[in-house]
């Protein structure tokens, strides 16, 4: 022999089931035939289940990091000859909900206690709710902060009111960034909050126009400063700036596009009509303005809300 050749290849196991049994002798005093004793139960996550912790972590993560609805989770257990209703499956997620608030508490404490933070909203349809139509809109409310170990906090909410986002926020003093959504205006008369806009909201409304545009106009003028600022976010990311190095850095470099961006906006602003796409961009944007350029504040603030928004 001379040597061997090694050729490498990955096999499949399918996922299996075991069943864990708890054995607890009993005892009685052989006399008397009294006084038994059996020793308790460990602590259980749901006492009343046959699910283990290991079998109800799966059921959510394929739920919500894999987007697996009950449904198709009860149809892949049925494949594999084991019945698992998906009555049972949604009562271990609501019953594990209810073990998770505490942490959910401990989490807004968390982000609220630290002076930058980030907010936004989504729709999302329930289908199935008490007192209201499958076709209502609801939305989930998304929160995040804690510095360099950022807690993330989801909350559902029926409305898209601005006083659920008051509410959670309630107590909060620094950086608050979100889109310009009005349900954020609250924070505007809290003299301890100061509001940073979402240059990526900005941005879009010019590349929206770009994509259905035959020619090169305003808009591929207004992206050209955006990918300036951009780029200059890739540099501090690439050499793996502190806050400190990209605070510098933004305004030795990022000041002066904003400057000359500042100066096509408002010479633009008037040769362009009020309901045209473009003039609808340039209008946002500088109506915006002071709140798109408040992450030169400081070097731990995005330059937008992406991290949300993804």
Same mark, same amino acid.
């Given at each position: 022999?001379?040597?061997?050749?090694?050729?490498?290849?990955?096999? *499949?196991?399918?996922?299996?089931?075991?069943?864990?049994?708890?054995?607890?002798?009993?005892?009685?005093?052989?006399?008397?035939?009294?006084?038994?004793? !059996?020793?308790?139960?460990?602590?259980?996550?749901?006492?009343?289940?046959?699910?283990t912790p290991e079998l109800?972590?799966?059921?959510?993560?394929?739920?919500?990091?894999?987007?697996?609805? /009950?449904?198709?989770?009860?149809?892949?257990?049925?494949?594999? $000859?084991?019945?698992?209703?998906?009555?049972?499956?949604?009562?271990?997620?609501?019953?594990?909900?209810?073990?998770?608030?505490?942490?959910?508490? /401990?989490?807004?404490?968390?982000?609220?206690?630290?002076? @930058?933070?980030?907010?936004?909203?989504?729709?999302?349809?329930?289908?199935?709710?008490?007192?209201?139509?499958?076709?209502?809109?609801?939305? !989930?409310?998304? *929160?995040?902060?804690?510095?360099?170990?950022?807690?993330?906090? *989801?909350?559902?909410?029926?409305?898209?009111?601005?006083?659920?986002?008051?509410?959670?926020?309630? $107590?909060?003093?620094? @950086?608050?960034?979100?889109?310009?959504?009005?349900?954020?205006?609250?924070?505007?008369?809290?003299?301890?909050?100061?509001?940073?806009?979402?240059?990526?909201?900005?941005?879009?409304?010019?590349?929206?126009?770009?994509?259905?545009?035959?020619?090169?106009?305003?808009?591929?003028?207004?992206?050209?400063?955006?990918?300036?600022? @951009?780029?200059?976010?890739?540099?501090?990311?690439?050499s793996n700036a502190t806050?400190?190095?990209?605070?510098?850095?933004r305004n030795a470099k990022?000041?002066?596009?904003?400057?000359?961006?500042?100066?096509?906006?408002?010479?633009?602003?008037?040769?362009?009509?009020?309901?045209?796409?473009?003039?609808?961009?340039?209008?946002?944007?500088?109506?915006?303005?002071?709140?798109?350029? &408040?992450?030169?504040?400081?070097?731990?603030?995005?330059?937008? &809300?992406?991290?949300?928004?993804?």
């Amino acid at each position: 022999r001379i040597g061997e050749a090694v050729t490498e290849q990955i096999k *499949y196991i399918p996922e299996k089931l075991s069943v864990v049994q708890h054995v607890r002798p009993k005892y009685a005093c052989k006399p008397c035939q009294e006084n038994v004793k !059996i020793a308790p139960m460990p602590s259980l996550l749901l006492p009343k289940s046959l699910a283990t912790p290991e079998l109800v972590a799966h059921t959510i993560i394929a739920k919500y990091c894999d987007h697996i609805p /009950l449904y198709r989770q009860q149809n892949i257990w049925d494949r594999l $000859g084991i019945d698992m209703p998906r009555s049972s499956l949604c009562s271990w997620l609501l019953k594990v909900s209810e073990l998770c608030e505490p942490l959910v508490k /401990l989490l807004r404490k968390h982000i609220i206690a630290y002076d @930058y933070a980030q907010a936004d909203e989504t729709t999302v349809q329930v289908l199935d709710e008490v007192g209201r139509s499958n076709k209502t809109k609801s939305y !989930i409310w998304c *929160y995040r902060g804690g510095g360099t170990k950022p807690g993330i906090v *989801y909350e559902y909410q029926e409305t898209r009111g601005g006083y659920h986002a008051e509410e959670f926020l309630s $107590g909060f003093k620094g @950086y608050l960034q979100s889109d310009a959504y009005s349900g954020y205006n609250f924070a505007n008369k809290d003299d301890g909050i100061i509001r940073v806009g979402c240059m990526a909201h900005a941005r879009r409304k010019f590349a929206d126009i770009i994509k259905i545009s035959k020619t090169n106009g305003l808009a591929h003028e207004a992206i050209k400063f955006f990918k300036v600022l @951009y780029k200059i976010e890739k540099e501090a990311r690439e050499s793996n700036a502190t806050s400190s190095e990209r605070f510098a850095l933004r305004n030795a470099k990022a000041k002066t596009i904003l400057t000359a961006f500042k100066a096509w906006l408002d010479i633009n602003l008037t040769k362009t009509p009020v309901q045209s796409r473009i003039g609808e961009a340039i209008r946002y944007t500088l109506s915006n303005w002071d709140l798109l350029n &408040n992450y030169l504040k400081d070097g731990r603030i995005e330059i937008d &809300n992406n991290l949300l928004e993804n």
